[in-house]
Nanobody, 122 residues
Framework: QVQLVESGGGLVQPGGSLRLSCSASGSIFSIYNMAWYRQAPGKQRELVAV???????NYADSVKGRFTISRDNLKNTVYLQMNSLKPEDTAVYYC????????????????WGQGTQVTVSS
């Protein structure tokens, strides 16, 4: 009932920037935290950044100071501004969100987007 769709991925040179977007749609009562994960070939999926409903944020040490996560609650959208990109940032980036779909639900449910490829290369 809830769909997460990412966009904004692509090819960029080292030192460049990209802005990822993820929009949630469907049966949504409220959205708790929203997050970005990434997974490189042969590696486990890792948390990149998370933003809570209050706007509080946390980042992986590897991206701190370079990436910024933000959200637009009216649009049910989360963004990831990626600056000073490095080759090691190359991965498939996934949007994740905990969504409360009904007011009677005791907790939210975890949803994933389909992923968008980010490639940092000269």
């Amino acid at each position: 009932q809830v769909q997460l769709v990412e966009s904004g991925g692509g090819l960029v040179q080292p030192g460049g920037s990209l802005r990822l977007s993820c929009s949630a749609s469907g049966s949504i009562f409220s959205i708790y935290n929203m997050a970005w994960y990434r997974q490189a070939p042969g590696k486990q999926r890792e948390l990149v950044a998370v933003i809570g409903s209050s706007g509080s944020t946390n980042y992986a040490d590897s991206v701190k100071g370079r990436f910024t996560i933000s959200r637009d609650n009216l649009k049910n959208t989360v963004y990831l501004q990626m600056n000073s990109l490095k080759p090691e940032d190359t991965a498939v980036y996934y949007c994740n969100s905990v969504v409360r779909i009904r007011p009677m639900d005791v907790s939210g449910y975890n949803y994933w987007g389909q992923g968008t490829q980010v490639t940092v290369s000269s």
